[in-house]
């Protein structure tokens, strides 16, 4: 059974820091936060503390050496605690961050697998990852990339078989069926004309949308499209 569990929680995030800045950054003011109440409280208790010591001082001189250990004592034990608390804080985090910058970390590869043609393959998040929807969403742009691929190649083949036939009409004689079949070619290469311009134009009003988007923002925040955006 601890071989199990030491596999499953352990083995399988053996990179708990995918993105530092981020994972460091949120921890640290998550516990910065947590110690808040906790220093408040202990400001208030050294504050009682000291008053009632002075009043058994005042009524005991001869205690003052084992009062002033006894507060010693319990400011430490305080201290200690609240640092323990704090790095227990940091740390259940850090994990729970992973969660999220694991998960945009493995969404990042699947869309850069995506830039290079890999369509084939399904994002799958943990239980425990936040943000399921966007595997869905990377997911759903893969599989109609693999279609749209799929398309392209049955159109390739089947432009190679008219292709074929139209040079065996023309060795054979059949001037006819070769210039029907040239037909057909450029029937389907002006099919994949229109379907290349469409994709031309739907990322032109992309672009065009995002120009009136940043038109309000500051020129610093805005980040330019790059000149291949509108490749198809």
Known sequence: MRETLTTRVFGRRRNILVDRPYQHRLSL????MALLPPALFFGMYSLITSEGSRRIIEASPALEDMVRIQNRTE???????????GIGVYLVTLLESHRTAGFIHRIDGRLKELSRGKYAGVLTPRRDDHFHFLAV???????GLHERAEEELAALDALGENLGEVILGLRTGSESRAGQKLDEVRHRLEAMRRLKAGQMESATDARIDMVQVSDDLPAEKVAPLPPDSLSG
Do not use: D, E, G
């Not at 400011?75 to 608390?85: G, K, N, T």
């Open 137 to 143: 969403t990377v997911n759903q742009l893969s599989q």
């Open 75 to 85: 400011s430490l034990m305080i201290l200690a605690a609240v640092l323990f608390y």
């Open 29 to 32: 003011m998550t516990t910065l």
